[in-house]
Nanobody
Framework: QVQLVESGGGLVKAGDSLRLSCAAS????????MGWFRQAPGKEREFVAGINWSGGNTKYADSARGRFSISRDNAKNTVYLQMNFLKPADTAIYYC???????????????????WGQGTQVTVSS
């Protein structure tokens, strides 16, 4: 079972930037698409951004497009989420996740991902 460990969250002001990282264990990281999700108090977990196994294709939620950027470094078994122009509405716990199947393009449904990190808190003050 792969282990995913997120880092980089914190308390920032509106308009600031943060870069989240997710380090994965194991030797098969490069075979899987990866995603970032978030969950705010009282709300369902929602897709934020995803990247396919090679890094050649990405998807974003409407709320993230233009402000967030997902990338990966397969040599370091790490996926990143660069978040710019943060808003108070971005406040949530952010999770990285690994797709269930290898060699497929990124999807957006939480049920398509079977490995999850513990999450990192992002709080954006106004």
């Amino acid at each position: 079972q792969v282990q995913l460990v997120e880092s980089g969250g914190g308390l920032v002001k509106a308009g600031d930037s943060l870069r989240l990282s997710c380090a994965a264990s194991g030797r098969t990281f490069s075979a899987y698409a990866m995603g970032w999700f978030r969950q705010a108090p009282g709300k369902e977990r929602e897709f934020v951004a995803g990247i396919n196994w090679s890094g050649g294709n990405t998807k974003y939620a409407d709320s993230a497009r233009g402000r967030f950027s997902i990338s990966r470094d397969n040599a370091k078994n790490t996926v990143y989420l660069q978040m710019n122009f943060l808003k108070p509405a971005d406040t949530a716990i952010y999770y990285c996740a690994r797709e269930t199947a290898k060699w497929i393009d990124v999807t957006t449904a939480p049920s398509d991902f079977d490995s999850w990190g513990q999450g990192t808190q992002v709080t954006v003050s106004s």
